[in-house]
């Protein structure tokens, strides 16, 4: 690069540092009066904001067409075009999500614990917004609006860096956003966009230190790990998931063929999709549960004892090292054969990336040694992994799932979106 492009690039930079430096002040003026609304207002917004998404459906999938046009052109394989793709349906999903969410209780001011000291100082800890939220994800543009709308809910203003594959889309829906909270006096700077900035404004941001509270990555191990890496705002990292299913020896045929199936199947590209599955070497279920994955369109990637119980008639691919850490997102599985349940947990130890595990089972001591020791943010028992999500534990929606340990682990609600604050009344008190 010559010195004049360096000296352009710099410039450039610099406007773009200038322009987010902007946006963040906007985002802390409007996270004051975010911070003081009732919940009847938030409330109102979240609902202005479903009926909004649903009277400019026709544009969000008018913009939506185009995002998907330009990824299909480009070769985006089929996962992230699944990913990328809204649909009436979805439409209709997200707008429930945000009706959903109004019912939830709000976090703002509720008390963790208190009590009144002898010399009479009366003391609370409660639940206060964090602030101001930055988001940076991949082609999801559901996920701005599940973001934006926890942040409101809790009191937070939120500036989302959706990704050039969603542009034409998260501008759209952005938009609606914005419009919904004028229409509500709420500050429309409450939400807010870097996308015209490109990976310049993701950087910028990740460099906002003292302007940006927190800063949430949603999308692949890529994306997470150049936000961990780069960031000098404090990070919660999410989403990556190496998530795994351990077939124990004493696990009923039926329902681990049912959980399998669905865990891989339903909706491959997410997160909480198995990813590898392992089977106890005394258990008979194996055959049964690969001829119902390859039934499925299910590509098998097996281990040496996996293709010996391998059905006639069945293609499958020798697993390699690299099977054990892959989050494949897509309709593959690994398939590993075990000898015992200590054998499974070291492999889950080893690979698992700390989002979500299950064990099928019929032994409750096994159950509760799986609970016990398995280190990952959700554990399921007889059950789905699809089951780690907001909406189906509950919470209305999710920011992400988090998985790490500290601040907040798991599926990630309103309640992870507010910190804590010490109020201490008193009458005159001074310390001796």
Known sequence: MTELAVQRDSASRSDVAAAVRGITDRARLASRHMARATRAEKDAALEAIAAALLAARDDVLAANALDLAAARAS???????????????RIRSLAQALENLVAQPDPVGQVVRGQTLPNGLRLRQVHVPIGVVAAIYEARPNVGVDIASLALKSGNAVILRGGTAAAQTNQALVQVLRSALAAVSLPPDAVQSVDE??????????????HVDLLIPRGGRELIQTVLNNSSVPVIETGEGNVHIFLDRSADARMAEEIVLNAKTQRPSVCNTVETLLVHSGSGVLPGVLAALDAANVRLHLDDRAMAALPAGIAAQSATEEDWGREYMDLDLAV??????????????????????????NDLANAERFIAEVDSAAVMVNASTRFTDGGEMGLGAEVGISTQKLHARGPMGLQELTTTKWIVRGDGHIRG
């Open 197 to 210: 900035y490109g990976r310049a404004g993701a950087d910028a941001l990740m460099r906002a230190r003292g």
């Open 75 to 89: 070769g985006t394989s089929t996962a992230l075009l699944d990913r990328l793709t809204l649909t009436e349906p």
């Open 336 to 361: 590993a054969v075990v000898d015992s349940l200590d054998e499974a947990m070291a492999h889950i130890r080893r690979w698992s990336t700390g989002h979500t595990e299950a064990i099928v089972t």
